[in-house]
């Protein structure tokens, strides 16, 4: 794992390659494509430290219709595992998370997302350190609308509870690289697997 804790520039990072990886692209609990978005859903990409963790959290909950964990937010095209995690990609690893908004809406997943990490971190989540482990917020235009509003409601409880500064990133709909087949449902296939996730305390009243 790197210690960076700085976003590499474009002539910094490592140059991929062309080719995306081979996956199964089965998902191991809720029996659907990965890559497929059921009529009337949309997907928002999540990021809030190790996403073995984090991809659990949102798959259980009603509404929820697909996940998958990869990369996004850097520079490295079709970046692996070891490269992201040498801090030379740029990517923060997250969870692409699809959704039924008539069923669950993106401020019920925003408030599991707040209050599942510390997003004061900066480049790290506990004693995951890097920048593959920084707080982030993909999605669209109007998403990132919501998304602000829950971030300044959410600061101010931590303000209140004199904690810092959050440091999330939100930007526009990513380019998102599916992370290698072990990683997808990691505890799901490992129940007693690794899983980092430690919020603050605070609860986000959105």
Known sequence: ???????????????????????????????????????????VWLALGCFWGAERLFWALPGVKNTAVGYAGGHTPNPTYDEVCSGQTGHTEIV????????????????VFWE???????????????????????GSADQLVVAQASLDAFQQQLTLNSLGQISTELRATPTFYYAETYHQQYLHKNPRGYCGLKGTGVVCAL
């Open 96 to 111: 692409q998370v699809v959704f039924d908004p008539n069923e669950i809406g993106l401020t019920t997943l925003l408030k």
């Open 116 to 138: 599942a990490h510390n997003p004061t971190q900066g480049m790290r989540q506990g004693n995951d350190v890097g920048t593959q482990y920084r707080s982030a917020i993909y």
């Open 1 to 43: 794992m790197s210690n960076n804790s700085s976003l590499p520039s474009v002539a910094q990072s490592l140059p991929g390659r062309a080719q995306a990886m081979e996956l199964d692209f089965q998902h191991a609990v809720l029996a659907i494509d990965m890559r497929h978005v059921p009529d009337n859903c949309a997907s």
